[in-house]
């Protein structure tokens, strides 16, 4: 038995990429992508099928070069979760433009809009998580969109406070990034850091004892890891999602792990249940100096990679 054989014992595995052969080989539960996946996707020659579809659906679309763009880039997102959920049995995640961070009615727009493509092609709303940045923005747009039936996928998650209005909003999924986290923390300590001393294995392991202790039906996913050690320690979390890289080195290591988080043991945590308002919530993030400049560093990431991709379809629009 390989690693990668018995963490599926214990959590679903989600493959963290946008390349569809990769997730065919691993065969996880669930896949996610993003706007630098897509990208590096797209220019494959292997997915020229869906550009070309995507080029089309622009040009129908009508508008401006950039609201051409921009439906392009809407109908590739959901052109590769469409071919991503003919092979994974359960859930695509497809994000919303990092520029909308900060834009409750903005970020429900657009997710209606791509839950309408989806639905259009034929592809229920169940088997869909749109991603959206755990700003106080974003949640509130979550928390509305899941009373719709529209399920969310909190990304770019780093301090304790968002994942507490997280789960009080009642959102379906969360990913704290772990290896942003473990980043952060091995920069500002000039050192490596000790597998058992992970700051980002510990921030998920916290979050998982918080809602299991208190009942709340909000998903962990760890995501963005940085070495399979960080994976093996957080074995029984509800998911992970994984780079096809990482899923390779568990796949060709042999060897059984036991579940690092349960359950029973959550529940006998010394965590303590808070209620978060807005300016709690606030604060709250704000004395959390590695979650405030990771957040923003991530969005304003998330949002080049997006605009490249923009460009990128331009260009393509351009010369088609």
Request: one cysteine or more; a negative charge; charged letters at 25%.
């Amino acid at each position: 038995m390989s690693l990668l054989d018995s963490l599926k014992q214990y959590t679903t595995v989600v493959s963290d990429t946008g390349d569809i052969d990769a997730i065919a080989q691993y065969r996880p539960q669930d896949a996610t992508t993003n706007p630098s996946l897509l990208l590096k996707a797209a220019q494959q020659p292997a997915y020229r099928d869906l550009v070309e579809a995507a080029l089309g659906a622009a040009e129908g679309a009508g508008g401006d070069q950039r609201r051409r763009a921009e439906a392009f880039m809407d109908n590739l997102s959901v052109a590769f979760g469409r071919e991503i959920l003919e092979i994974i049995p359960g859930r695509v995640s497809t994000e919303v433009d990092a520029r909308l961070s900060f834009d409750t009615d903005g970020s429900i727009a657009k997710a209606r809009h791509l839950i309408g493509l989806y639905e259009r092609a034929g592809i229920s709303r169940e088997r869909v998580l749109i991603k959206l940045g755990s700003t106080w923005e974003g949640i509130r747009a979550a928390e509305l969109l899941e009373r719709e039936g529209v399920h969310c996928n909190m990304t770019l998650l780093f301090s304790f406070a968002q994942a507490v209005a997280c789960a009080e909003a009642r959102v379906t999924l969360i990913s704290p990034f772990v290896g942003r986290i473990y980043d952060w923390h091995k920069k500002t300590r000039g050192t490596e850091i000790p597998p058992d001393d992970d700051p980002g294995v510990a921030s998920v392991r916290r979050i998982y004892n918080y809602y299991k202790k208190f009942g709340y039906t909000t998903q962990v996913m760890g995501a963005s890891f940085r070495k399979m050690d960080q994976i093996v320690r957080l074995a029984g979390c509800d998911l992970l999602t994984i780079s096809p890289e990482l899923l390779d080195e568990l796949s060709k290591t042999p060897g059984e792990l036991a579940p690092a988080l349960t359950p029973e043991a959550a529940k006998a945590s010394n965590e303590e249940q808070i209620h978060l308002d807005e300016p709690t919530y606030r604060w709250m993030h704000n004395e959390d100096a590695m979650a405030v400049e990771k957040l923003s560093e991530g969005i304003r990431r998330f949002n080049e990679d997006a605009r490249k991709l923009e460009k990128w379809a331009q260009t393509a629009m351009t010369t088609a």
